[in-house]
């Protein structure tokens, strides 16, 4: 089972699907374009246990986190 993580300013929002099953993938790969043009970033962790961003759907990534743009000030 995979899982998509979307932090935002009230926590987080967890989105899990299986990656063998046509829809749910479809689902998440929606999901995951809609974020990314919304300005979140996208990132999978590493074997290494390392982070490393993602610019295009990987669905067979365990886990992808989106962080939300920030805002300075």
């Given at each position: 089972?995979?899982?998509?993580?979307?932090?935002?300013?009230?926590?987080?929002?967890?989105?899990?699907?299986?990656?063998?099953?046509?829809?749910?993938?479809?689902?998440?790969?929606?999901?995951?374009?809609?974020?990314?043009?919304?300005?979140?970033?996208a990132a999978v962790r590493t074997s290494s246990g390392q982070t490393s961003q993602i610019?295009?759907?990987?669905?067979?990534?365990?886990?992808?986190?989106?962080?939300?743009?920030?805002?300075?000030?």
């Open positions: 089972m995979a899982i998509q993580i979307v932090m935002d300013r009230t926590g987080d929002s967890r989105h899990p699907f299986n990656p063998d099953d046509v829809q749910g993938v479809a689902k998440a790969e929606q999901r995951f374009n809609e974020l990314t043009k919304a300005g979140f970033t610019r295009m759907f990987d669905p067979t990534a365990e886990q992808t986190l989106f962080f939300p743009r920030l805002v300075g000030g």
